[in-house]
């Protein structure tokens, strides 16, 4: 049985360096992304 709940996740690392630096993320290449998610 599958639930649906809500869930926060923020983007770490990778991601957010990518964003901060490049001003997107297809500015820097990535194979994976690091969430911190909270439930």
Known sequence: ????I?????????????????GHLGGRGTSDIDLFMRY
Request: hydrophobic share 50%; proline share 5%; no cysteine.
């Open 6 to 22: 809500e869930v926060e996740a923020s983007p770490l690392k990778g991601v957010t360096f990518a964003e901060k630096y490049f």
């Open 1 to 4: 049985m599958m639930v649906q």
